[in-house]
């Protein structure tokens, strides 16, 4: 079945720090992938997505680049803020008869001042 | 207002008895999910529901059943809770783009 690995945290860094988190999947086809961020006490939100391969999606300063040929999306961000601190999910999405998100398991991300 | 509204946001329990987690949405959306959120595993999808008459079971749906009494109300019940049920559950939608849209969740503990 699919599924999505990423890397464990926590992950610790100080401000204005370079961010990756790597993530890779596997799946059959071609799924949309995604990465949801959740902050203290709050549900997931979208961050950015990528529907087919080589997309970049990107928000708040945060990109990540399908890559069909490595199976990844690893989410990077140029210069942190301490507000970025948060649990950030990826996930993958097949749509058609098996429904929902596969997610991997976060990654916990603590930033500094 | 959220989109996505979970009720109770937190809910202490004893073991035996029964819990129901309501969610509505005022997204419009046709699908409607409940995911369990427990620390190093991430998210596992436990119920979903396509329209009011179609729900299917999810990756863990043994302990679960849902409702889904309109399109806008999905609940999640535990007919006789136990320990290993204590988690945050999260209500979702899904919208024809595939992005999920989920409420601020529910925590339970079942003592």
């Known amino acids: 079945g699919d599924s999505v690995t990423q890397m464990e945290g926590p992950v610790t860094l100080s401000e204005e720090a370079f961010l990756t988190i790597n993530c890779t999947y596997t799946a059959t086809g071609y799924p949309s992938l995604f990465w949801y961020v959740q902050y203290p006490g709050e549900g997931l939100q979208l961050l950015l997505k990528?529907?087919?391969?080589?997309d970049k999606g990107s928000n708040k300063g945060f990109e990540a680049t399908y890559r069909k040929e490595t199976t990844s999306f690893h989410l990077e961000k140029g210069s942190v803020q301490v507000s970025d601190s948060a649990v950030y999910f990826c996930a993958l999405s097949q749509g058609g008869g098996a429904d929902g998100l596969t997610f991997g398991k976060g990654t916990h991300l603590i930033i500094q001042p | 207002d959220a989109d996505v509204t979970q009720t109770p946001r937190n809910r202490i329990t004893k073991t035996g008895k029964r819990i129901m987690l309501e969610c509505s949405q005022t997204k419009g959306h046709d699908r409607m999910y409940w995911y369990r959120q427990d620390p190093g595993l991430g998210l596992r999808l436990i119920y979903y529901?396509?329209?009011?008459?179609?729900?299917n079971k999810g990756e863990i749906s043994d302990g679960y059943s849902v409702s889904r009494q309109a399109q806008a109300k999905f609940s999640l019940s535990l007919e006789s809770a136990i320990p290993n049920q204590t988690a945050l559950y999260f209500c979702?939608?899904?919208?024809?783009?595939?992005?999920?849209?989920f409420g601020e969740g529910s925590r339970l503990t079942v003592l």
């Open positions: 990528a529907t087919k391969a080589d």
């Open positions: 529901s396509f329209d009011v008459k179609d729900i």
């Open positions: 979702a939608t899904k919208g024809n783009t595939g992005e999920l849209f």
